[in-house]
């Protein structure tokens, strides 16, 4: 007869995280089932497997078993992008779209404290944080005027209904210096690994915010994370490659092209169509790559219409397509990049927030007639920005750059990604930002893969349509400061 199987939860309120990893992790020798080894365990055995198998021996996949939860409040959006840069955990954070910055929702860097350059920065923080909440009421009265309450429609639906359109325009406004707060779930391996990169970070704020992540960390999980320490490495490469990266002379980059498809597999479609033949069969991949090879357009259209066309709203697309990659060149705000980072099944190499590739200007902006407003607060932060990149460094500096301006970012990613990223981005109700670079990609994947995106499920408008509804200016050089 055979074993009956049992599935059951070592539930974290039984076991701290470290007793679990380690009941797992003993799987492997002992024919024990799992609630009985966790019951002969204690804290101290744990700690002690650890420091010999996870730390001793690098076995640490056996560390992936512990989880935390981490609440993590009053840290800068600029130093959120460190703190999300890990792929192998769970973030959730306050949105710009349904709440609204105040006055003090706003970081000074360590580095700037008692700096001679600490007025100036906090009164240009200041300055957009005001033009910020100005803007709020007639951004909101103008859509109000478009989008009125229809009968029997509360307020608070109402507001649900037109909210994005107002807020997501009053968001360009707001510095990387604004305050927000994200939980975040990791297990200790992830964890460990990031701490490392955070504790050696250019900026002072994620140094100390990671410190603080590893000592409530250590309450849970007090040996897996404990070694973690700066990565010199990191360090290294960051100081190394910016100095040899300024002796290359980089092509004219103003104005910079929004979605520029730098790579693509081009035989993309035979690989992904050769593999999910391949997957459900017994010949060489190599077999089917030539067969694939070998069909008419039409053939090929069919074959990938079998594949993608039957897929239901809510299912992924299959594996195979992983089987092509590509890469891109994106220019967007840093709104939309703020987005775009939490697309983790990618490659993302950013370069640092600045103000040399320009800023947006939204329509709306100018039709309530703020924009004067709206581009004496921009110029002024580019003003405050060239200031504190000369004091300070251009990682300090980044705190006062508003979403408004552009961001370079090389992203890697397989044609499952992609199709993920452009169906989630380019829906209606996502912010224009990301959906016109969304729409973007979309265009060119259909260029260079016709029969695979004739399946990829976008709204029928393009990235050109959406920028001419939405943006006053795409990429605006900063002028001088006159406020
Ligand atoms: C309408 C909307 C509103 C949003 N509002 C907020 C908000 O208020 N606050 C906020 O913080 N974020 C918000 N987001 C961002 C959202 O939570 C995701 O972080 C972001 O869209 C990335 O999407 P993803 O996780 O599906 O994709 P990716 O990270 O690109 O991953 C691709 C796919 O891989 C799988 N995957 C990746 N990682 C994991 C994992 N760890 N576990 C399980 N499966 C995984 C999933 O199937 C996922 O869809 C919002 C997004 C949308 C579309």
């Known amino acids: 007869m055979s074993p009956r199987p049992r599935v059951y939860l070592l539930s974290p309120k039984a076991y701290p995280p470290e007793v679990i990893a380690v009941a797992f992790a003993k799987t492997s020798r002992s024919p024990e089932p799992f609630d009985a080894i966790a019951a002969e365990l204690n804290a101290d055995q744990s700690r002690r497997f650890h420091e010999k198998w996870v730390v001793g021996y690098g076995h640490a996949s056996v560390a992936e078993h512990a989880v935390l939860h981490i609440a993590v409040e009053g840290v800068s959006r600029l130093a959120m992008e460190a703190l999300e840069a890990p792929r192998l955990a769970s973030y959730t954070e306050k949105s710009t779209r349904y709440q609204r910055w105040q006055d003090d929702d706003f970081v000074t860097p360590p580095e700037l404290v008692g700096h001679p350059a600490e007025a100036r920065y906090r009164a240009t923080i200041r300055h957009l944080v005001r033009t910020y909440q100005q803007a709020w009421e007639p951004l909101r009265a103008a859509i109000a005027r478009r989008h009125p309450r229809r009968e029997g429609e509360s307020e ?57 992540i590893k000592d409530v960390a250590l309450t849970e999980t007090p040996t897996l994370v ?46 992904v169509l050769a593999a999910a033949l391949a997957a459900r069969a017994r010949g060489p991949y190599t077999a089917y790559v030539q067969h694939v090879a070998g069909l008419s357009a039409e053939a090929r259209r069919d074959l990938a219409a079998a594949l993608l066309g039957t897929r239901g709203p809510h299912d992924a697309p299959p594996r195979a397509l992983e089987m092509a990659v590509t890469t891109w060149d994106l220019v967007m705000d840093q709104g939309a990049y703020y987005e775009f980072k939490r697309h983790r099944m990618m490659t993302q190499l950013p370069q640092a927030l600045g103000v040399d590739l320009g800023y947006a200007v939204p329509r709306l902006m100018r039709e309530v007639g703020l924009e004067d407003a ?37 992203a890697h990613m397989n044609l499952r990604e992609a199709f993920h990223f ?36 976008v709204p029928a408008t393009t990235a050109a349509d959406l920028e001419a509804a939405h943006f006053a200016a795409l990429a605006e050089r900063p002028g001088p400061a006159s406020t």
């Open 374 to 410: 709206y581009r004496a607060a921009l110029d002024m932060a580019a003003a405050t920005y060239d200031h504190l990149a000369r004091t300070l460094g251009p990682a300090v500096a980044a705190y006062v750059v508003p979403n408004a301006y552009n961001r370079r970012v090389l």
């Open 226 to 271: 404990r070694y973690a320490e700066p990565n010199a490495y990191r360090a290294y490469l960051q100081e190394d490659f910016a100095l040899r990266a300024g002796a290359v002379a980089a092509a004219e980059r103003f104005p910079p092209t929004a979605v520029h498809l730098a790579h693509y597999d081009a035989d993309g479609e035979v690989r």
């Open 422 to 457: 452009v169906e989630l981005r380019s829906a209606a109700n996502a912010h224009f930002s990301i959906r016109r670079i969304a729409l973007g990609m979309a265009e060119r994947l259909r260029a260079v893969y016709p029969a695979l995106m004739a399946h990829l499920r």
């Open 156 to 212: 608070a639906r109402w507001d649900r209904r037109v909210r994005s359109r107002f807020a997501d325009v009053a968001r360009f406004l707001l510095p990387a210096a604004a305050v927000a707060n994200v939980g975040i779930t990791i297990n200790a391996r992830a964890l460990a690994h990031a701490l490392r990169q955070w504790l050696a970070h250019p900026l002072a704020e994620v140094r100390a915010v990671a410190q603080r």
